[in-house]
């Protein structure tokens, strides 16, 4: 057995991030600045995008979006119940009503096929997931919603660094993303929305710092012009210099950290080749580059005889981390108990809820590492 625990993910910080993050904590002026105007540049540069505002968090970037584009009592809002569940509580907390597609059974993302079906003429927004580090196939999706006059938000907490058809995700439509520390880069928490609808993003711009008419950090008086106006009532989600100014080191490392994370994930594959009672997610046959920000494996519960949570449990006796990415929300209590959702619903999204895991995978780690991943699960499946 491994001696010391290995974490499922762990942020790499160097010590010239941390001295970034000192020179700004000594600078004054430690709150929405300098840093995150270049932060919000260099994204966009990244990404192609054509432009990005910084938030504090992928939550709170979705927020606004949805807030920007008057989702409200009435309306309908497309999502897979295969994500993380802020998009979810977010649309029912605006008195939207979510509307559940399920996903690919090997890709675990949404599609045209499964999307379509769903429209009504209450439908204001679709919201696909790029998942585990993959993209969703955006073409099929985009000439869909662009055919029925519907909204297109991507989410993209995922895919730092994702590319689709040889473009980055976030250079076309609005796109959220995350850096969570467990993300492919992280600001510590934090996340930005990019998109090429200029007056959209000008109002989310206004929405993540209480509705004013100009951000915290004004690039013309360099500070929070004291005339400024309430143009609508907003949020508090700006993003601070702190987190921004690491968030300039992590993305000049994001590239690199994401060929780590590749080279990983492809011992992963050739390894778990001769277990497959532990087979990964499928890889889409569109043209895409993959980010890795999760390693997903589906546990054959029916062959091993012990279930998905109980496998977990098993590894973590190994001293092997995992995550949970994620449990289907239509099936959570609240969900179950006040909008009536229940299994069979969605069967490929509840088949893989019930099965998938998420090993070890960060930049850090080393081949050695995956080989103790490899280990602990034929100990625990009683292989070789």
Same mark, same amino acid.
Not at 206 to 233: C, E, N, W
Not at 311 to 337: C, S, W
Not at 353 to 372: E, K, N, W
């Given at each position: 057995? +491994?001696?010391?625990?290995?974490?499922?993910?762990?942020?790499?910080?160097?010590?010239?991030?941390?001295?970034? @993050?000192?020179?700004? %904590?000594?600078? /004054?002026?430690?709150?929405?600045?300098?840093?995150?105007?270049?932060? &919000?540049?260099?994204?966009?540069?990244?990404?192609?995008?054509?432009?990005?505002?910084?938030?504090?968090?992928?939550? /709170? =970037?979705?927020?606004?979006?949805?807030?920007?584009?008057?989702? =409200?009592? /009435?309306?309908?809002?497309? *999502?897979?119940?295969?994500?993380?569940?802020?998009?979810?509580? %977010?649309?029912?907390?605006?008195?939207?009503?979510?509307?559940?597609?399920?996903?690919?059974?090997?890709?675990?993302?949404?599609?045209?096929?499964?999307?379509? !079906? %769903?429209?009504?003429?209450?439908? #204001?927004?679709?919201?696909?997931?790029?998942?585990?580090? $993959?993209?969703?196939?955006?073409?099929?999706?985009?000439?869909?919603?662009? &055919?029925?006059?519907?909204?297109?938000?991507?989410?993209?907490?995922?895919?730092?660094?994702?590319?689709?058809?040889?473009?980055?995700?976030?250079?076309?439509?609005?796109? @959220?993303?995350?850096?969570?520390?467990? #993300?492919?880069? *992280?600001?510590?928490?934090? /996340?930005?929305?990019?998109?090429?609808?200029?007056?959209?993003?000008?109002?989310?711009?206004?929405?993540?710092?209480?509705?004013?008419?100009?951000?915290?950090?004004?690039?013309?008086?360099?500070?929070?012009?004291?005339?400024?106006?309430?143009?609508?009532?907003?949020? #508090?989600?700006?993003?601070?210099?702190?987190?921004?100014?690491?968030?300039?080191?992590?993305?000049?490392?994001?590239?690199?950290?994401?060929?780590?994370?590749?080279?990983?994930?492809?011992?992963?594959?050739?390894?778990?080749?001769?277990?497959?009672? $532990?087979? !990964?997610?499928?890889?889409?046959?569109?043209?895409?580059?993959?980010?890795?920000?999760?390693?997903?494996? +589906?546990?054959?519960?029916?062959?091993?005889?012990?279930?998905?949570?109980?496998?977990?449990?098993?590894?973590?006796?190994?001293?092997?981390?995992?995550?949970?990415?994620?449990?289907?929300?239509?099936?959570?209590?609240?969900?179950?108990?006040?909008?009536?959702?229940?299994?069979?619903?969605? !069967?490929?999204?509840?088949?893989?809820?019930?099965?998938?895991?998420?090993?070890?995978?960060?930049?850090?780690?080393?081949?050695?590492?995956?080989?103790?991943?490899?280990?602990?699960?034929?100990?625990?499946?009683?292989?070789?």
């Amino acid at each position: 057995m +491994r001696e010391h625990f290995l974490p499922f993910s762990t942020p790499l910080i160097s010590e010239d991030e941390i001295a970034a @993050v000192a020179e700004v %904590l000594r600078s /004054g002026w430690i709150t929405t600045g300098p840093n995150g105007a270049k932060f &919000e540049a260099a994204f966009t540069a990244y990404t192609g995008a054509a432009g990005s505002v910084a938030v504090c968090s992928a939550t /709170g =970037g979705m927020h606004c979006v949805l807030q920007a584009l008057d989702i =409200g009592p /009435g309306d309908e809002v497309i *999502t897979p119940s295969m994500t993380w569940v802020s998009t979810v509580n %977010l649309i029912c907390l605006l008195g939207a009503a979510p509307v559940f597609a399920d996903i690919d059974r090997d890709t675990l993302m949404v599609s045209r096929k499964t999307i379509e !079906p %769903l429209i009504t003429a209450k439908t #204001k927004a679709i919201i696909p997931v790029h998942y585990a580090g $993959a993209a969703a196939d955006m073409d099929p999706i985009r000439a869909l919603a662009a &055919e029925r006059g519907i909204a297109l938000i991507e989410d993209a907490a995922h895919a730092a660094g994702t590319e689709y058809k040889g473009e980055r995700i976030g250079k076309k439509g609005t796109v @959220v993303f995350s850096f969570h520390p467990i #993300k492919n880069m *992280t600001t510590g928490e934090g /996340g930005m929305v990019c998109s090429d609808d200029s007056e959209l993003l000008a109002k989310i711009k206004s929405l993540k710092f209480h509705g004013l008419g100009v951000d915290a950090f004004d690039r013309q008086t360099h500070g929070r012009a004291p005339q400024a106006q309430v143009l609508q009532p907003g949020f #508090k989600y700006n993003l601070t210099d702190i987190a921004a100014v690491l968030g300039l080191g992590q993305l000049a490392r994001l590239n690199g950290f994401n060929a780590r994370r590749t080279e990983l994930a492809e011992l992963y594959r050739e390894k778990l080749a001769a277990i497959p009672e $532990a087979a !990964p997610l499928g890889i889409p046959a569109y043209e895409q580059l993959h980010a890795w920000h999760l390693f997903i494996v +589906r546990l054959d519960t029916e062959k091993v005889g012990i279930n998905r949570d109980e496998f977990m449990a098993a590894l973590k006796e190994q001293n092997i981390g995992t995550g949970l990415h994620f449990r289907a929300v239509h099936l959570q209590k609240y969900y179950t108990e006040h909008l009536g959702m229940k299994r069979g619903m969605l !069967p490929d999204t509840e088949w893989n809820s019930d099965r998938i895991l998420s090993l070890p995978l960060c930049p850090s780690m080393l081949d050695s590492d995956v080989d103790d991943v490899i280990t602990a699960i034929k100990t625990v499946l009683k292989k070789g």
